[in-house]
């Protein structure tokens, strides 16, 4: 099974850049994909790294190096907004289910 | 923008009563799963199903809780009788075997609070 590690908690400034690592140890690892949620919210689809490198997506870019089983996805110009659990999830090879981390809270401060 | 839909949105039981979540996918979407989350935690995987056959289902305690999607289009997840560490939010998901970033459509939830 996979098991995959986030700090729990994160608080930077708004307009600041931050940095979310990711870990993890996997057997039948695919790919890692990060998901946002929003207290009392539904978990939503920020990005997916199926390669090694950095994908980027409007404020929000992702990176994943197979070889260090590492992950990180990086938040630029925070806006409050952004305050919200953010969860690394690791594809499956086997039916491509997602394997959750526990989540890393994001607290953006003016 | 097409949603996933679940109902009820909140669900409030006593312990050992039958508890029932149902969740309809975004249409064409061939993959539901049903995940269970914790607060404070990540979603967990119960069951998922590639049209109306389960394919993986190893962490869902059969013993009480059951699944089904009878004509491969909405779902049904139930649990009966139901325990007070049962209460979580239940989630659905869908996904399209067309995509290539394997994003999933969460729905909104089922709130559980077994008292």
């Known amino acids: 099974g996979q098991s995959l590690e986030q700090p729990s908690e994160v608080t930077a400034v708004e307009g600041a850049i931050v940095q979310i690592n990711c870990t993890y140890q996997?057997?039948?690892?695919?790919?890692l994909s990060w998901y946002q949620q929003h207290d009392g919210g539904a978990p939503t689809f920020l990005s997916y790294?199926?390669?090694?490198g950095l994908e980027e997506t409007g404020r929000f870019s992702s990176f994943l190096s197979r070889s260090d089983s590492y992950g990180y996805l990086l938040l630029q110009e925070l806006q409050m907004k952004d305050s919200a659990s953010y969860f690394c999830?690791?594809?499956?090879?086997?039916?491509?289910?997602?394997?959750f981390g526990k989540g890393t809270s994001l607290l953006v401060t003016p | 923008e097409a949603e996933v839909a679940q109902s009820p949105r909140y669900k409030i039981t006593e312990k050992s009563q039958a508890v029932a979540f149902w969740c309809d996918p975004i249409?064409?979407?061939?993959?539901l799963y049903w995940y269970r989350q914790i607060l404070g935690q990540g979603p967990e995987l119960l069951v998922q199903?590639?049209?109306?056959?389960?394919?993986?289902d190893s962490q869902l305690p059969k013993d009480r809780f059951s699944a089904e999607r009878l004509k491969g289009v909405d779902s049904t997840l139930k649990i009966q009788p139901a325990e007070l560490g049962d209460s979580a939010m239940y989630l659905c998901?869908?996904?399209?075997?067309?995509?290539?970033?394997?994003?999933?459509?969460f729905g909104s939830g089922t709130r559980l609070t077994v008292v």
């Open positions: 998901a869908s996904s399209s075997p067309y995509g290539t970033n394997y994003g999933y459509t």
């Open positions: 996997t057997s039948g690892f695919y790919g």
């Open positions: 790294n199926a390669l090694d």
């Open positions: 999830a690791g594809v499956s090879n086997s039916g491509y289910a997602l394997n």
């Open positions: 249409s064409g979407h061939a993959t």
């Open positions: 199903f590639q049209d109306e056959s389960v394919v993986d």
